[in-house]
């Protein structure tokens, strides 16, 4: 089966500009997931999707962070305006399960450098 | 408060075991998952562990103490390949969340 697929892969803006990333999760996968993975540190969950739903967003900066699900499919993460501490790289997730009960499939991520 | 805590950085000699060791607190618990990640790649799933107790899977193994806190992964035979980041992520119950450790670099040496 086709993985979580991720547009575009590498982006590099300069700060103050807007960005948009792109998800395409495994078919049939009901939870979705962003994560931003700071250079050596782990991933860290920004949203997470049930359907077209938002289960969690507790850690979203909401000021220059939004994301949709529209559908319940595919997903676009969009940081206005970024700043130099967003560069990291997205991670769009899926998993099978309601409430991140099975593994999660990472897409191969977007690579974010603001300067 | 929710924390993960694993070595930052481990190194083993090919062939032998190792043992990466990981502890969690979170708001609830209902299971540990391990994945790997390779430099510049997406993380791939290893392990879930919902239950005390050990879980093998050919050269890798999982174990989990919930009383403790605390789980390890176990990597036998290791091969040059198996140079990589293993993440420990620890799922909550509160709204179902992973929270994934900083990560471990095993460096797999000749």
Request: glycine share 10%; aromatic share 12%.
């Amino acid at each position: 089966e086709a993985g979580v697929a991720q547009s575009p892969r590498y982006k590099i803006i300069e700060k103050r500009q807007s960005v948009a990333f792109w998800c395409n999760p495994i078919s049939g996968h009901a939870t979705l997931y962003w994560y931003q993975q700071i250079l050596g540190q782990g991933p860290k969950l920004l949203i997470q999707f049930q359907n077209n739903g938002v289960v969690d967003d507790s850690q979203l900066p909401k000021d220059r962070f939004s994301a949709e699900r529209l559908k319940g499919v595919d997903s676009t993460l969009k940081i206005q305006p970024a700043k130099l501490e967003d560069s990291a790289v997205y991670l769009c997730a899926s998993s099978l399960g309601a409430g991140g009960l099975k593994e999660q499939y990472f897409g191969p991520g977007t690579r974010l450098t603001v300067t | 408060g929710q924390n993960i805590d694993q070595p930052t950085e481990m190194t083993a000699t090919e062939g032998a075991i190792v043992q990466i060791n990981c502890t969690y607190q979170t708001s609830g618990f209902n299971g540990l998952f391990w994945y790997q990640q390779h430099a510049g790649e997406a993380p791939t799933f290893l392990s879930y562990n919902v239950l005390d107790g050990l879980e093998e899977k050919g050269r890798f193994s999982s174990f989990l103490s919930r009383s403790k806190g605390y789980s390890y992964l176990l990597l036998k035979e290791l091969q040059m390949k198996d140079s990589a980041s293993y993440l420990c992520a620890a799922l909550n119950t509160g709204g179902f969340k992973t929270i994934f450790g900083a990560g471990t670099r095993l460096f797999v040496k000749a």
